[in-house]
């Protein structure tokens, strides 16, 4: 049986442009936060790393706890969308922030100051922005493959922005004048460029009713759907925590997500190892080119290619594979010292990583469908706390991994060149811990086939 459509393509688009707005927070964060407070404000990266470490402890409290707030909320606009909407102004108001610490303060009052703007950017507002976000995917549509292609919609966006960012940033600083005043002339652009898109991302999609969502795609009765909706969201924040935990493959999707974010934070890393190693920072944009538009090619094939080998789970596996072998071909690439063999391998496994990026909110859907075929409780916004919590707790740990590093390294912001002991550790972040990542995340993938557990259920079922 053919499954009934619910969006048109502008629907779709418009939805996926709400990562433009996502990403000008988090590609200029993760890109460029390190360096700016190093070699700008002349904080130290360990302390940085430290702080932000921390930081994350508040970010695990939050994500459950919004994702739970968006399940029971009700209003006009629906459940996800009133925190989407509201919550990206403090998300505008703390990036700005933490790209504006004054310089003519006191070392631990910088510290403080970017210590409270992060962690209200990651822990709350950010939280509930992409947590809302995320959560539409399984509240607009209940069609799979409307549900893929607003992943890839969404990533292409995505990636489409952080290729920007990474290209254009480091001009724009300068454009501005540098230092510490251009810094913070291109987060209030970024910001003002996000809180236009994201209203416009909000507006374009239209949540189903909680009627619709729980109705049968095969034609159940309607007292079964009157018994799914009574027995939907009537749970607290700790049965929300046990529901999460007793799915193991919302499990292996937080950690590969979390992985996937520290992945990303070493590549963007990057920028001190053009800087240093390479001795071009210019090349850092070159690289993100390298990496995105690859990426942007694969979501582009994501759907037809599910479509034709009649699931995700294969495409996704195999994706990894050649995103591993892409990796390690970059090591022996960096070591022989070519950069454009360094920039094809770098595309090769963008390339691999590609479907992933396009469906995994398809993938996240039906983890929570496995959750209501199991124990009969909807937990879609709950569910979707996996992405902000793989985004903060992957992209952060990684920026506190990273400062980590380049403390024990030696590394001095205020030196052009830097130690061959700090320069050893560059290789190490930019070329190795990359491949070693995907390594993991591609023997996570191998066990997430949710889509054969789910089929078997509904055959047990009866559905």
């Known amino acids: 049986m053919q499954e009934k459509k619910y969006l048109k393509w502008y629907n779709m688009v418009g939805y996926g442009s709400g990562d433009i707005a996502g990403n000008v927070v988090y590609a200029f964060l993760s890109s460029f936060v390190m360096i ?5 404000v002349g904080l130290n990266p360990g302390v940085v790393g430290t702080l932000i470490a921390a930081s994350k402890f508040f970010d695990g409290i939050t994500d459950v706890f919004f994702g739970t707030m968006i399940d029971k909320t009700k209003s006009r606009l629906g459940k996800a969308r009133p925190w989407m909407l509201y919550a990206y102004i403090g998300c505008a108001a703390t990036l700005v922030a933490i790209f504006a610490v004054p310089l003519d303060m006191g070392k631990t009052s910088q510290y403080i100051w970017f210590f409270l703007a992060y962690t209200l950017l990651n822990a709350v507002f950010y939280t509930a922005n992409n947590i809302a976000y995320s959560a539409l995917t399984a509240l607009v549509t ?10 890839s919609y969404r990533f292409i966006f ?6 920007l960012i990474q290209s254009i940033t480091v001009g724009a600083v300068s454009a501005f004048g540098g230092g510490a005043f251009g810094w913070r002339t291109v987060a209030i652009i970024y910001a003002a460029i996000g809180l236009i898109v994201n209203t416009i991302s909000v507006l374009s999609v239209k949540e189903l009713s ?20 009574a027995t939907a969201e009537k749970y607290g924040l700790i ?15 937080c950690g590969v997500y979390i992985l996937q974010q520290i992945y990303s934070a070493m590549i963007n890393m990057g920028i001190y190892y053009m800087t240093y190693v390479l001795k071009n920072e210019n090349l850092y944009g070159v690289f ?5 538009l690859p990426l942007i090619v694969a979501l582009i094939f994501t759907p037809t290619l599910v479509a034709k080998w009649k699931g995700m789970y294969r495409l996704n596996l195999r994706g990894y594979m050649l995103g591993t072998l892409g990796r390690a071909l970059v090591i022996v690439a960096g070591y022989l010292g070519s950069v454009p ?4 391998f770098t595309g090769v496994a963008a390339l691999g990583q590609g479907p992933w990026q396009g469906d995994m909110n398809a993938v996240i859907a039906s983890c929570s469908e496995y959750t209501y075929l199991t124990k009969k409780k909807r937990v879609d916004g709950t569910m ?18 990273a400062g980590w590093l380049l403390a024990a390294s030696g590394f001095d912001g205020s030196a052009l060149v830097q130690s061959e002991s700090c320069i050893r550790m560059l290789y190490f972040m930019y070329l190795w811990v990359p491949m070693g990542i995907s390594l993991v995340i591609t023997l996570v993938l191998s066990r997430m086939n949710v889509e054969e557990a789910n089929e078997k259920l509904k055959e047990q079922q009866g559905k």
């Open 239 to 253: 049965e929300a925590a046990k529901l999460l935990l007793s799915n193991r493959f919302y499990l292996m999707i």
């Open 142 to 151: 209940k069609n799979s493959k409307e549900r893929v292609q607003m992943g």
């Open 384 to 401: 979707y706390s996996c992405t902000s919590l793989g985004v903060k707790l992957g992209g952060g740990l990684g920026t506190a991994i």
């Open 36 to 40: 700016y407070l190093t070699n700008t």
């Open 288 to 292: 993100s080119w390298a990496v995105n």
């Open 210 to 229: 909680p009627e619709e969502l729980n109705e049968s795609n095969s034609g159940l009765s309607d007292l079964l759907s009157e018994e799914r909706e």
């Open 341 to 344: 063999l360094m920039l094809f």
């Open 158 to 163: 995505a990636f489409s922005t952080s290729l």
